[in-house]
């Protein structure tokens, strides 16, 4: 295997891995650009290097397909780094399987079928984002606006972010004023409605929540 086939073969994951990062970074999902690139070259260096190490042996086929095999299993360790549990709900599956689809890609480059990577690609980027938005559809966004009462932390506003972020919630007119011992939040956002229900039940479980009022 030539050094200009490798680079190549980099370079392309690079950019596929990317092009489904950015997808990911747009959503505000935990595993985003770079997270996918990294996969993506990871797999791909994985595959090149299985067939550097056995290249000229005979009946290698099994050992490449077992190397292959492991990177998957491996990558399952890193998807459920972004899968949160708590209190009967699951968030980030969506995220999990992205990484595993890429590690996927990564290992469809290393091992040269150029033409699949790119039509495996193009599926798992509409899947994000097309089917997403056919997904959310007939749920119906709506508008709802938070007012939202706390003890004073430092930590509030960062975690009010991280719950809406798992949820793909992008907040809009967000202000904080702190009053003596309380801290008071107002934001906007459009969401589906089970988006806002699973948003609502992880607010509650905050135990700096005083009040919430919604509009």
């Known amino acids: 295997m030539e050094l200009l086939e490798i680079a190549l073969k980099l370079l392309l994951a690079v ?19 770079r997270t996918n690139i990294l996969i993506c070259v990871g797999a791909t260096m994985m595959m090149i290097l299985s067939g550097l190490i056995l290249e000229g042996q005979e009946g290698s086929g099994g050992d490449l397909t077992r190397i292959a095999a492991g990177v998957i299993t491996g990558i399952g360790f890193i ?28 290992l469809v480059i290393g091992a040269g079928h150029y033409w699949i990577a790119a039509i495996y690609t193009v599926l798992v980027f509409v899947t994000l984002l097309a089917l997403g938005r056919v997904e959310s559809f007939p749920l119906r966004r709506a ?17 009010i972010k991280k ?53």
């Open 15 to 33: 950019a596929l891995g990317g092009l489904i990062g950015m997808e990911r970074e747009s959503s505000q999902k935990p595993a985003g650009f």
């Open 79 to 106: 998807g459920a780094g972004t899968i949160i549990q708590g209190r009967g709900n699951v968030i980030g599956l969506t995220s999990a399987a992205t990484i595993w689809a890429v590690a996927g890609l990564g």
């Open 143 to 159: 508008g709802f606006h938070y007012r939202i009462q706390t003890k004073r932390s430092p930590h509030i506003l960062n975690h």
């Open 163 to 215: 719950l809406g972020l798992h949820e793909g919630i992008k907040f809009q007119n967000l202000t904080l004023k702190n009053e003596k011992d309380h801290t008071f939040v107002d934001f906007s956002f459009n969401a589906s409605e089970e988006k806002e229900r699973n948003f609502n039940k992880n607010l509650l479980n905050s135990e700096e929540i005083i009040e919430i009022r919604i509009d």
